[in-house]
């Protein structure tokens, strides 16, 4: 990916804010608004195909409960630790999830996106073609891809390595040796096992802003590391040792200090200081993502003051965001650029 100035925008499940996330539309939509890269989330199948959705659990992303003859496959299931009741992508074959529709997510938020209804779901493999044939993005580069490792202790304790699953499929398609690939999770266990099976990549770990890495919970229970000891000088200095980046959701960066002062610049600096490279995720333009002062009008799917929180983050001094509207992001680091 670029090295240009400015941060690198990545179109968070593709161009979401206006396609059904993570259907073909909606990367093709990125593509053409110019994004540095796109992020997939992957989960598996019970016959070992990886598969692009927000989660496992599919009935908000899919019209499976329409279909009659699944509806026997609806469950109750724990994934990391929270009790989840639906359809499962590991009670499926890829055959029988081709069969699906996606469906949009966060009907009240982006009602439009309703409209785009007769699409199917898509296979790692089906992102990896079409990103061979995507075009260059808005600084002249090929589009890179941000692979979300989703759920892997829990998908390992059912006996579906996500890690084998990964680096399998990206062996197949030539993409073991890519530079456009990254590689990301809230686990950093299996970010150290795709980078032994001698896969190329960046490797980014994901910090949320409360609790505790599944894996961590997995392994130490209530002894878990919680992610906030991710953040302080130490905690940066250790992870720089088995990952390249840090990524934050954008509320720890957003929380201010006792003078009322953003704290993200100094957690940025921070992590550059110990040698990672920093992304932000994720940013949004409707009212229902933003802060009560940058909302306009009380419609949670209008567009606010979108602007001033771009440009506001971005100012941080990260490397990359994560967005649902590309197009804007690549606007507000126009404008960055231009201060």
């Given at each position: ?65 329409s279909h009659p003859e699944f509806a026997d496959r ?138 505790a890495p599944a894996d961590q919970v997995a392994q ?120």
């Amino acid at each position: 990916m670029t090295t240009s100035p400015g941060p690198l925008v990545i179109g968070h499940r593709g161009a979401s804010g206006y396609r059904p996330e993570h259907t073909r539309s909606a990367y093709e939509l990125a593509f053409a608004q110019g994004v540095d890269a796109v992020e997939p989330d992957l989960v598996a199948t019970k016959d070992r195909v990886l598969v692009i959705r927000h989660e496992n659990e599919i009935s908000g992303t899919t019209d499976v409960a329409s279909h009659p003859e699944f509806a026997d496959r609806r469950t109750t299931r724990d994934i990391d630790g929270v009790s989840l009741t639906g359809w499962f992508t590991e009670d499926f074959t890829w055959a029988e999830l081709a069969t699906l529709r996606a469906r949009e997510r966060l009907p009240k938020v982006r009602p439009h996106n309703t409209e785009h209804g007769d699409e199917g779901i898509l296979r790692l493999v089906d992102l990896i073609a079409l990103l061979d044939a995507a075009p260059l993005s808005a600084r002249g580069a090929r589009i890179g891809m941000v692979a979300e490792i989703k759920h892997a202790s829990y998908f390992a304790s059912i006996g579906l390595p996500l890690d084998e699953l990964f680096g399998n499929e990206l062996a197949s398609a030539g993409w073991t040796d890519d530079d456009r690939l990254t590689v990301e999770s809230f686990e950093e266990t299996v970010l150290g096992q795709i980078r032994d099976r001698g896969v190329r990549a960046r490797y980014v770990f994901l910090v949320d802003v409360e609790g505790a890495p599944a894996d961590q919970v997995a392994q130490r229970g209530a002894d878990a590391r919680p992610y906030s000891s991710y953040l302080t000088v130490d905690g940066m200095a250790a992870l720089a040792v088995a990952a390249d980046g840090i990524s934050f959701d954008k509320h720890l960066l957003q929380e201010a200090d006792a003078s009322g002062s953003a704290v993200g610049a100094e957690l940025v600096a921070r992590a550059h200081a110990a040698g990672l490279t920093v992304f932000c995720w994720t940013l949004r333009a409707e009212n229902r993502f933003l802060a009560k002062a940058l909302r306009n009008g009380t419609s949670a799917s209008r567009f606010g003051d979108w602007k001033t929180e771009f440009l506001e983050l971005m100012g941080m001094g990260v490397d990359g965001v994560f967005t649902d509207q590309p197009d804007l992001a690549i606007a507000a680091r126009s404008a960055l650029l231009l201060e």
